[in-house]
């Protein structure tokens, strides 16, 4: 397994983010340091598995502190995780800032079988999302989608808050 703590904010203005991948297990603690500006490639309305994570198995993540950020993808998104299998997911926070968008609302063509979205985890199987709390807006451009605020398919969800300030569309 690894693990890992943060030790400062990390600010990724002007930088393209590439989700981290763990299939390996172990824990991430955000040690409530701020990650912020964290965007992928527009042109990331064709990858899969977007997040700070993009697909993770038996971890735990906790924690972690997410500012003006902006994810794009096609199917399995979310703030800390694309999709966590095993997973537990602790005291994460996503500010007004952040921004979720699946699809691409420029083209027609790119629409999956079905897409899961959400504001701390897109698809979480086996997992627990526990007193997170995500301000942020998402937008579904696709059809067959999955989504919600905190969790968009899936886990099991407790002590976890949203706003319903910013009018999201799924």
């Known amino acids: 397994s690894i693990n890992a703590v943060l030790r400062q904010n990390i600010d990724l203005s002007g930088r393209t983010w590439v989700p981290i991948s763990n299939?390996?297990?172990?824990?991430?603690?955000?040690?409530?340091?701020?990650?912020?500006?964290?965007?992928?490639?527009?042109?990331?309305y064709a990858s899969d598995f977007v997040g700070?994570?993009?697909?993770?198995?038996?971890?735990?993540?906790?924690?972690?502190?997410?500012?003006?950020?902006?994810?794009?993808g096609n199917s399995y998104m979310g703030m800390i995780a694309g999709r966590a299998y095993d997973c537990n997911i602790l005291n994460?926070?996503?500010?007004t800032g952040c921004y979720v968008e699946s699809g691409n609302p420029q083209s027609e063509?790119?629409?999956?079988?079905?897409?899961?979205?959400?504001?701390?985890?897109?698809?979480?199987?086996?997992?627990?999302?526990?007193?997170?709390?995500?301000?942020?807006?998402?937008?579904a451009a696709n059809t067959n989608t999955t989504c919600g605020l905190i969790v968009g398919n899936g886990g099991a969800v407790t002590n976890c808050a949203y706003s319903t300030i910013r009018k999201s569309t799924c």
């Open 52 to 72: 700070l994570f993009g697909d993770i198995e038996n971890m735990t993540v906790k924690n972690v502190r997410i500012s003006r950020s902006k994810i794009y």
């Open 23 to 44: 299939e390996y297990g172990g824990t991430f603690d955000g040690n409530a340091c701020e990650i912020s500006y964290m965007e992928n490639s527009i042109n990331g």
């Open 109 to 139: 063509t790119i629409e999956p079988d079905w897409v899961n979205v959400g504001g701390v985890v897109g698809e979480a199987v086996g997992s627990t999302i526990t007193d997170c709390v995500f301000l942020g807006y998402m937008k």
């Open 92 to 95: 994460c926070y996503m500010d």
